[in-house]
């Protein structure tokens, strides 16, 4: 099946830096996703990402999909954008599974 | 606001009694998932639902079943639980295959005493 790299595997900030997570994948893919999973549990969905460049407030993500990547960005962080940050792409044979990342476990520190 | 609903937040079972987790969407979507999964790891998918139409992952046990009973509600039955299977359980949605976003609930932490 298709491999999701994520790096750094943990992060910490202080309140108000910028920082740009990254996904790897190892196949095409015809679209892409990155969720927030805050402290509690709750899964988020930020951003649906199959191309290009999407802004939603603070957070930015980027997805070059000829070269098999895809970049989160954060700036003037938060404490509140703590917790994992995962990306998950569709399996090649499967249309109904996501194949997700490791993860990035951020921390911002007031 | 139209969403995805599970109760309960927290469950806690005995090792081998039934237990029963209920998920709900306002979304009206025709694909509801039920994941599991374990603490510092990603979720795993155990099955879908395409309206009606059953569909279970290869590795999961016979242990996990699910019901659909109509377009806004399904069940996680686990039917005889051990230790192993305490976990988050996050229940999603998806308009149609996964060329669509992906909505998850809030999930439901289970625990095996």
């Known amino acids: 099946g298709i491999q999701v790299e994520q790096s750094p595997p943990d992060l910490i900030l202080q309140e108000g830096a910028n920082s740009t997570l990254r996904c790897n994948f190892s196949d095409s893919v015809n679209n892409l996703q990155w969720f927030h999973q805050n402290p509690w549990g709750q899964l988020i969905n930020l951003f649906y990402?199959?191309?290009g460049t999407k802004q939603n407030g603070r957070l930015s993500a980027t997805t070059v999909a000829t070269e098999r990547y895809s970049l989160l960005y954060i700036s003037s962080s938060q404490t509140t954008d703590s917790g994992v940050y995962f990306c998950a792409v569709p399996e090649t044979i499967n249309d109904y599974k996501l194949s997700f990342g490791a993860g990035t476990t951020v921390t911002v520190r007031a | 606001d139209a969403m995805v609903i599970q109760n309960p937040r927290y469950q806690v079972t005995q090792f081998g009694k039934p237990v029963t987790l209920s998920c709900s969407q306002t979304l009206n979507h025709n694909v509801m998932y039920w994941y599991q999964q374990k603490s510092s790891q990603a979720p795993k998918l155990l099955f879908h639902?395409?309206?009606?139409?059953?569909?279970n992952e290869a590795d999961t046990p016979d242990n996990f079943q699910s019901r659909r009973p109509n377009t806004s509600f399904c069940f996680l039955d686990i039917r005889s639980p051990g230790l192993g299977d305490a976990a988050m359980y996050l229940c999603a949605t998806s308009k149609g295959a996964l060329n669509e976003k992906l909505f998850f609930g809030s999930g439901t932490q289970l625990s095996v005493l």
């Open positions: 639902y395409y309206d009606k139409d059953f569909n």
């Open positions: 990402i199959p191309s």
